[in-house]
C-alpha cells in the first residue's frame, strides 16, 4: 500500500532523518510536479494581462491555503501550534515572503532569458544547504557533475535570449539569484521542519505570510489599477492557485518530508524545458534545436544527481 500523505505528528527536532534517495515512484511524483510548475510562467501570464501582479499572487494564495485547509480538515488533522513550532513556522513564512519579494521585483529589472537561467539555479544551492544540513544528503563528486550537467541544460535552452540582452540587467539578476538561494534554503528548511512539524501547519504559515504582505502591497501599489474578473483570469487563478499552489505545494512538501531534498529538487531543472514546450503549445512560440539539446542534458544530468553511489565515495 501507499504512504499514507501524513504521519502522526511527531515533536520537532532537526535531527530527526528518515529521508531517503528518490524512489521511482516518488521520482515520477517529483517529474509530474515539475511538468505542473513548468505551466505556471503560461498562467500567470495570462492573468496578469487582468489583474496586477501583486493582486493575482493573493489571490493564488487565498486559493492555495483553501486546498490545503479542505485538505487538513479532510484527514482529519490539527491545527494546534505548540510552542516550538512558532518560531519555525513563522522564520518559514518570512522566508517565504522575502524570497517572493525578490523574485517579483527582480523580474521587473531583467529579460525573461535571464530569469529563468537565474532562478533555475536553486537546486544547487539547495544541494549545497543540504550538504551542511541534512545528514545523508552530502554532495558527491558524481552528484555534483549531473546536476552542473542538467544546469547547463538550462543555460542551453535559453542561451541566445541570454546572449543578446543588450540591457544592463545586473540589479534584476542580483535579485533573482537572491531569490534562487533563498529557494534553496528554503526547500531545505522544509524538509527540516517537515521531519517533525505536519505539513499541512508549514503550507498554511507560507499563505498566512503571503497573503498579508501580497494584499498590504496591492493596497498600496495597485490601488488604482483595474481589476477585470475575466475566464481567462479564473482559469489562471484556477491554475497558479488550485493546482500550484495548493496541490502542488502539497506534493512538493510531501516528497521533502521523505526524501532528500537535494534529489527532489534536482529534478526541478527539468522545469525550464517543459516550460518552453507549453509556450510553443499553448502561445505558439518558435522552438529551435537548443530545446533537443537542453532536453538531453537535463535528463542525463538528472541520472547522474540521482545515482546510488558507494559509501567509499568521496563527498566534497
Known sequence: MPPKLIDEPPRYSSKTNGRQPLSVRAGVLAL??????????VANKAGLQDAGPLRLGWLRFVLGAIVVLVYAIATRQSFKIYRG??????????????????????????????????TST???WTGVFAHFFVPGDQMSRT?????????????AVFYKSFAISNADFLVGDLLLLGSAILLGARQVLLSQLGQGIDQHKLLIAQSVFG???????????ESNEPFVL?????VALLYTGVLIAGLGFIGQTWLLK??????????SLSQPVFGVLFSWWILGESVGGELYIGAILVVLG????????????SSL
Not at 509530474?32 to 510562467?41: E, F, H, I, K, R
Open 32 to 41: 509530474v510536479l515539475s511538468t505542473m510548475w513548468a505551466g505556471n510562467p
Open 85 to 118: 513550532e512558532l518560531l519555525p513556522l513563522t522564520l518559514l513564512g518570512v522566508l517565504f515572503t522575502v524570497q517572493l519579494g525578490f523574485m517579483n521585483v527582480g523580474q521587473d529589472y531583467t529579460s525573461a532569458g535571464h530569469a529563468v537561467v537565474v
Open 122 to 124: 536553486f537546486p544547487l
Open 143 to 155: 552528484r555534483t557533475f549531473g546536476t552542473l550537467i542538467a544546469y547547463s541544460g538550462v543555460v
Open 211 to 221: 497573503i498579508f504582505t501580497f494584499i498590504v502591497a496591492s493596497l498600496i501599489f
Open 230 to 234: 475575466t475566464t481567462r483570469l479564473v
Open 258 to 267: 521523505r526524501y532528500l531534498p537535494s534529489r527532489v529538487t534536482v529534478i
Open 302 to 313: 538528472s541520472a547522474l544527481a540521482q545515482r546510488k553511489t558507494k559509501q567509499m565515495e
